[in-house]
């Protein structure tokens, strides 16, 4: 039985208390196909608004599908088809009458392996803004500076900003990716193993930033390390095989799982 994502927060201080219970984004019955193969199967679940949920499961589980379903990103694989819906801001957003670059806006996302265009570092993050009709210099410039300091960059690029992006190490180019996702002003921040290409000390970087973020943002994040999912999250999801096993808490499901799966994930009997 699937377990839904309960939206109230019990018990302890936590940063960004504001909307406390509120729901940022909720799946219902969400499936997931690829030509025949079903990746994802009728999964339901709420998001609460300014936490961190982490998506965790074993390798081929459907995480990475189902996290790209949440901003239609699955749109661009040829033989994806997604049935069921995805609720955000009063609407389904899988609705033909959604514009899905404004999804995309409100809802951003980042990527395993940092992948910045090759154009400047001011470039990458005006990008976004001025695809969506921003021609003001002085605005783009206060986009730029305010999303790179939100992703704890601009110290190290402030005196290079119209260097190539590429020459940035690749835990600064993660945290430029960021920064571009930061400057399209998103409810919802969709990361995908963000910090698994990284060393450590880029990886604490990361983290640091992610637990920073439930102060403005709502954070999805899929991860195949479970310390660090107990590190940075609220609330944990446990997929398998393309179904949401069990969801709660992150205290509770890594100490006290309800289902014999989650038990036999989190201590390591597979995956
Ligand atoms: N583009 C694709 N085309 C066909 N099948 C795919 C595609 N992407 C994923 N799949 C299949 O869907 C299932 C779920 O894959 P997905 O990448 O979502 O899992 P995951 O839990 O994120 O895995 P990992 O942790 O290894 O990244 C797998 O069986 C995978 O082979």
């Known amino acids: 039985m699937i377990e839904m994502l309960k939206p109230e927060v019990t018990g302890t201080e936590r940063e960004g208390k504001k909307e406390d219970g509120a729901v940022a984004i909720e799946a219902k019955n969400l499936s997931v196909f690829y030509g025949e193969h079903q990746a994802i199967k009728r999964v339901s679940m709420k998001f609460p608004k300014h936490r961190v949920t982490a998506l965790i499961g074993p390798s081929g589980c459907g995480k990475s599908t189902f996290l ?9 694989i040829p033989g994806c088809r997604v049935e069921g819906q995805i609720f955000f801001q009063g609407m389904d957003i899988n609705s033909p009458k959604v514009n899905v670059f404004e999804v995309r806006k409100k809802i951003g996302m980042v990527f395993q392996r940092p992948n910045p265009f090759a154009k400047s570092i001011f470039e990458n993050v005006a990008f976004g803004p001025k695809n969506h009709g921003e021609k003001d210099k002085e605005k783009l410039e206060y986009i730029v500076e305010t999303s790179l300091k939100k992703a704890a960059l601009w110290e190290e690029v402030k005196d290079r900003l119209h260097t190539s992006a590429l020459a940035l190490s690749g835990g600064q180019q993660q945290r430029l990716c960021i920064a571009r996702a930061l400057a399209m002003n998103p409810n919802v ?15 604490g970087k990361i983290e640091e930033l992610i637990t920073e973020f439930k102060k403005d943002y709502t954070v999805i994040i899929v991860t195949h390390n479970m310390q660090q999912a107990a590190r940075i999250s609220d609330y944990t999801a446990f997929f398998y095989m393309g179904e949401l096993i069990e969801a709660g808490e992150t205290r509770q499901i890594f100490t006290n799982p309800k289902q014999q799966k989650t038990e036999d994930y989190i201590s390591g009997n597979f995956g």
Not at 68 to 76: I, K, P, Y
Not at 189 to 201: C, F, I, M, T, Y
């Open 68 to 76: 790209r379903s949440l901003n239609r990103m699955n749109d661009e």
């Open 189 to 203: 921040l969709l990361l995908d193993e963000p910090a698994s290409a990284l060393d450590p000390v880029s990886t």
